[in-house]
């Protein structure tokens, strides 16, 4: 059932993000940064009339709060949209003076290449319907674009169950809502190195096949500079941030906070979830913050500083990540599992599309593997895939030494698959399996996800497990349950909706019992 608590503090992310572009809150949260999971409570899941028993698994506030620091909020902003001027539209992509872009491919023709390449990332970013552009125009000039922070993630820790009691210290990221945010995950669509020290103004070149690469757009999010809300008033809603502070990438609230809280508790783990975009920004910081604490725990000036923490030993790190798509390379999949000894367990629908991008040629293989009875996908720590990998790493690196060409999208994912299959036993308002006419839709729902994770496995009769999770919660921001009987997308317009939140928690239809 842990795995459920991940997934519910990764849906407060959704939950509780402002998508009012008239209102202050546009871009952050709703709620004070204190009471992100305030109402994730025994009685929020449960259908009404559902009884708690003894085996009622404890509320997700009970186990988890979100901690407070004078100099540190727990919320976490990012800056979608690289190199977006302030004022003036974003300049045509510039030359190094020899006439190809800067970092990139020097194979004849790759100039072009990349040019198309970027005209063409930028259709799904115009198409996806739903999805809301953060950056307005200037108020000032009537031109260019004014580009801002908005809230990414959050930090959790575990509730104590004694004065030194283990803790489990939790980095919580959002998936993709803006369209700065998609125009990130298609536009930035390459292999890049992952690199702390982050030019903030310059151009990733292509990943060196020979080393660890990841995702241009997940990568420039996480480094990227951006405005932190301001921790001085730690009930402020908006949580906004306070003008003239220096700006500071996701990156370094992480390493902060990672140092903060072995400070004062005794963080035995180091867990990492997300959906979506959220679940990359999990793996792409599970494998930073295991490459950080390796440092912190063998830095020999740390040594005195460190007799002070409450952390008395290096926590293991490990990631949850819900639909996530592919981070980096075949090198950065053996760093993050080999040397860092990072763990993850991506959770899946079998019908959702994200967890199959990006990396066409990677897809392509793996699909044609598949149906010969070889599978690379599930368990990527498997003898099949690691050789599968491998070679495919070897076919790279030959054309990066003889030809100069390097592989933009060689993509693996890393650690093991945990599937839920929300075609099964479950229809739509039009009597057909859930979003099967919508693959990116319905089916990457994070609350589907839930739904059916809280049913898997079977019962000691070896049946399949039921659950008595509150149906309504699927309509939240989709329309899965019947339009007719049950409103669509109502968590924000609960009132004009018609549905009621009951004393203890949970939400309720009147219209119709459930």
């Known amino acids: 059932m842990l795995l459920m608590h991940y997934g519910q503090l990764t849906q407060a992310t959704y939950d509780n993000l402002g998508l009012d572009p008239c209102n202050a809150t546009w871009g952050y949260t709703t709620v004070a940064p204190g009471k992100m999971i305030d109402y994730l409570t025994q009685n929020y899941p449960l259908a009404p009339g559902v009884q708690i028993t003894p085996s009622t698994p404890k509320g997700t506030n009970e186990l988890y709060f979100v901690p407070k620091a004078d100099d540190l909020s727990p919320l976490i902003y990012a800056q979608a949209g690289a190199g977006v001027s302030e004022d003036l539209p974003p300049a045509p992509a510039g030359t190094d003076g020899k006439g190809a872009l800067p970092g990139v491919n020097t194979l004849p023709g790759s100039e072009l290449f990349d040019r198309i390449f970027s005209a063409a990332a930028s259709l799904p970013t115009a198409l996806i319907g739903g999805s809301r552009p953060l950056f307005k125009q200037n108020p000032k000039t009537g031109r260019g674009l004014v580009s801002r922070s908005a809230f990414m993630g959050y930090v959790a820790v575990s509730q104590p169950s004694g004065p030194d009691s283990e803790r489990d210290a939790v980095f919580v990221w959002r998936g993709t809502i803006f369209k700065e945010e998609w125009a990130a995950n298609f536009g930035q669509d390459k292999l890049v190195p992952f690199d702390p020290k982050f030019d903030q103004d310059g151009e990733c070149p292509t990943a060196d096949p020979h080393k660890p690469g ?47 809280l072995q400070q004062e508790y005794n963080i035995t783990t180091v867990t990492t979830t997300g959906h979506s975009l959220g679940g990359a920004l999990s793996t792409l910081s599970a494998y ?92 990527m720590d498997s003898p099949a895939e690691r050789a599968f990998g491998s070679f495919y790493n070897w076919v790279c690196c030959v054309c990066s030494d003889t030809f100069n060409w390097r592989s933009r999208w060689g993509y693996f994912h890393v650690g093991q698959i945990l599937e839920v299959d929300s075609d099964k036993n479950f229809v739509d308002h039009n009597g057909k399996p859930l979003g099967a006419t919508d693959n990116i839709g319905k089916h990457h729902n994070l609350e589907v996800y839930l739904h059916f994770l809280d049913k898997k496995g079977v019962d000691a009769k070896g049946q399949p497990l039921t659950t008595n999770r509150n149906p309504l919660l699927l309509n939240k921001g989709d329309d899965i349950l019947v339009d007719k009987e049950y409103p669509a997308d109502w968590w924000r317009a609960h009132v004009d909706r018609g549905y009621q939140q009951l004393a203890d928690g949970r939400w309720q239809f009147p219209a119709k019992p459930v």
């Open 214 to 260: 990841v995702h241009d757009g997940f990568h420039d999010l996480y480094m990227r500079n951006a405005r932190q809300p301001d921790p001085s008033n730690p009930g402020a809603v908006p949580a906004l941030p306070k003008k003239g502070t220096k700006e500071v990438a996701p990156r370094t609230v992480v390493t902060q906070w990672l140092k903060k």
């Open 288 to 379: 930073d913050i295991g490459l950080q604490l390796k440092d912190m725990w063998a830095d020999p000036k740390l040594e005195s500083e460190r007799k002070g923490w409450k952390t008395k030993a290096m926590p293991k790190v490990s990631a949850i990540a819900f639909a996530p798509p592919r981070v980096g390379n075949f090198k950065f999949l053996e760093d993050f599992s080999d040397n860092l000894h990072v763990k993850e367990l991506r959770i899946c629908n079998v019908k959702d599309a994200v967890p199959k991008i990006p990396g066409g040629w990677v897809q392509v293989l793996t699909s044609v593997l598949y149906k010969l009875g070889v599978n690379v996908f599930d368990d």
